[in-house]
C-alpha cells in the first residue's frame, strides 16, 4: 500500500562526487512520474536555514545527467549541527508542506538526515554520495567508480614520466580513512606499493620492498598512498625518508587532490544514481524511512542510516592478497 506524501525535497550535502546531478534528476523525475511536487535546496542543509529552494519539474533537470559536481550546490552547515538549527529547517519544510527528504551525501549529511526525522519526524532516505566508497551497506557509494578511474588515469601519466627516469613517485589520493581507492587504483595502474589506512605498513617493510623492486631490474616505482594513512606525519615527510635510505631514486610526490571529485560521471555512476534516485523515491512512497539506499549483488537494498555511517565499508581481502601477488 503506497504512502500518502505531501511534498519531496531533495539536497545535496558535504563533498561532491559525480553522480549527484544524475541522482537528483532520477529523484525529481520519478516524483514528477508518480504525481509528487518536488524541491530541489540549493547549498545542503544551509539552503533549509535560510529558505533557499526552487520547485522542480522534468524539465528543469535536463541535460544534467553527464554534468560532474551538483546544480544544487552544495556546503557544509555549521548552524544545522545545532538543535536550533536543524528547528529553522523544519520551519522552511512546514512552510513548503515538505514532509518527506532525499539527501545525497555522505556520512556527515546522513547523519543530518537522521537527526531531522529523530527529531522532527521528516521522513529522509539517504542517497550515499561521496567518492570515498566508506558507507555501510552498498557495494559502491556513488562517484567512487569515476573517482578511481580518474585516480588510474593520472597515474598511468605519471608512469610515463617516472619510467623515462630513474625516479620513484609516491601519488597520494583521496579516501580520508578508507583506503579504496588506494587500493584499487594502484592494482588498476600497477603500483608497486600501496599504502592504506587498513594495511598498515611499517617503514622497514617498504624500503625493503623497494630494495627487493630495485634488484630485480626496476628503475622505476609508484607507491599509492591513501590520504588517510597513518605512516607518516605527511607524504612529504615520508618521502624524505625513503630518499635518504635509497640515494639511487629520485622522489617525487604528486597529490591529485580535487580532480579526482569533478569530471563527468562514468556510465557506471550514472546508472547507479539513476537506480538509487528512482529506488529512493519508491522507498517513501512503500511508508519507509530513515534508511540509506545501496547496491549489493546488482540489486537495490536499503540499511538503516545509522547503521551505515558506522565503521566504514571492509576491503576485500583478495584485493589486498592480489596486490601483494602482482606488484613483485
Known amino acids: 500500500m503506497a504512502y500518502k506524501l505531501k511534498k519531496i525535497g531533495v539536497l545535496t550535502s558535504g563533498g561532491d562526487a559525480p553522480g549527484m546531478n544524475a541522482a537528483v534528476r532520477a529523484v525529481v523525475r ?15 542543509y544551509e539552503g533549509l536555514i535560510i529558505d533557499d529552494l526552487v520547485k522542480l519539474n522534468a524539465r528543469g533537470v535536463n541535460n544534467i545527467v553527464n554534468k560532474g559536481g551538483t546544480i544544487l550546490k552544495s ?12 528547528t ?28 531531522l526525522e529523530e527529531e522532527h519526524g521528516i521522513k529522509t532516505i539517504g542517497i550515499p554520495g561521496t567518492i570515498d566508497n566508506d558507507l555501510v551497506g552498498t557495494r559502491c ?24 627516469h630513474n625516479r620513484l613517485f609516491f601519488i597520494e589520493v583521496m579516501g580520508k580513512g578508507s583506503g ?25 617493510r617498504l624500503l625493503d620492498s623497494l630494495k627487493k623492486s630495485e634488484k630485480s631490474g626496476k628503475s622505476s616505482s609508484i607507491i599509492v598512498v591513501s590520504e588517510g594513512d597513518k605512516i607518516g606525519d605527511n607524504v ?3 618521502s624524505s625518508h625513503i630518499e635518504k635510505n635509497l ?13 579526482q571529485r569533478g569530471g563527468s560521471p562514468t556510465c557506471f555512476d550514472r546508472v547507479l544514481a539513476s537506480r538509487m534516485g528512482v529506488h529512493a523515491v519508491d522507498c517513501l512512497m512503500s511508508g519507509q524511512s530513515n534508511v540509506m539506499v545501496g547496491i549489493i549483488d546488482d ?9 551505515a555511517i558506522k565503521g566504514g565499508q571492509k576491503l576485500h581481502e583478495d584485493l589486498v592478497r592480489v596486490c601483494d601477488i602482482i606488484s613483485i
Request: glycine share 10%.
Open 247 to 259: 640515494p639511487h631514486y629520485e622522489i617525487r610526490v604528486s597529490i591529485l587532490g580535487h580532480i
Open 88 to 115: 529553522k529547517a523544519k520551519a522552511t519544510l512546514d512552510k513548503y508542506e515538505i514532509d518527506s527528504l532525499v539527501v545525497i551525501g555522505g556520512n556527515g549529511s546522513l547523519t543530518g538526515a537522521m537527526l
Open 299 to 307: 540489486k537495490m537494498v536499503t540499511v538503516p542510516i545509522d547503521k
Open 180 to 204: 579504496h581507492i588506494a587500493l584499487n587504483a594502484g592494482i588498476g595502474a600497477g603500483a608497486e606499493e600501496v599504502l592504506i589506512p587498513e594495511q598498515g605498513m611499517g617503514l622497514d
Open 236 to 238: 612529504f615527510k615520508f
Open 30 to 44: 520519478s516524483a514528477v512520474y508518480n504525481n509528487i511536487e518536488c524541491f530541489g535546496i540549493y547549498k545542503g
Open 75 to 86: 556546503a557544509r552547515c555549521v548552524e544545522f549541527r545545532s538543535k536550533e538549527g536543524r
Open 141 to 164: 557509494t556513488l562517484g567512487y567508480d569515476t573517482a578511481l578511474n580518474t585516480a588510474v588515469s593520472a597515474i598511468d601519466k605519471i608512469r610515463d614520466t617516472a619510467s623515462s
